[in-house]
């Protein structure tokens, strides 16, 4: 028995359509998991650059910080890993890159210690990072004791 050669025609387009059916949403979700991707590996890389910006600075000391009172604000312009501006942040080079429009908020401030027991200088600093995706904040107090004991 010979097979007609429209019902093989019809047997074509209709795998063909269901192929495509299967491989549209396929390419889809793709596309999705590599975007979630994308902002996961960013807000990795930010958390892991404002971790080092805020060791970098308790790293300069109480002392040191004592002369970078204030507030300080940085803007990626371009895409760079370094952070260019004067002030507490001059010179640091980050662990990842730093993508234009980002920005970095550094305030550094002295507590009034009101402990009856103990009178000790301390200071505030709040690291803020901000990124496309997500806004990253750490606070720290950072006392003179720290420096007897590194």
């Not at 390419?27 to 590996?41: P, Q, V």
């Not at 604000?73 to 370094?82: I, N, R, T, V």
Request: negative net charge; proline residues 1%; contains cysteine.
């Amino acid at each position: 028995m010979k097979k007609d050669g429209g019902f093989t025609y019809v047997e074509i387009v209709v795998s063909i359509t269901i192929f495509i059916l299967g491989i549209i949403p396929a390419m889809e979700i793709n596309r999705m998991i590599l975007e979630i991707d994308r902002k996961y590996c960013a807000i990795e890389n930010a958390v892991k650059n404002i971790e080092m910006i805020e060791k970098v600075v308790r790293s300069k000391g109480y002392k040191k910080l004592n002369n970078y009172l204030g507030e300080y604000k940085y803007e990626f312009l371009e895409d760079s890993y370094f952070i260019k501006g004067s002030g507490v942040l001059e010179n640091i080079e980050l662990l990842f890159l730093g993508r234009k429009g980002e920005e970095i908020f550094v305030k550094i401030e002295r507590l009034d210690n009101r402990s009856v027991v103990e009178e000790k200088d301390i200071l505030s600093l709040k690291v803020e990072y901000k990124t496309k995706y997500k806004k990253f904040e750490i606070i720290r107090l950072i006392t003179d004791i720290e420096e007897y004991y590194e």
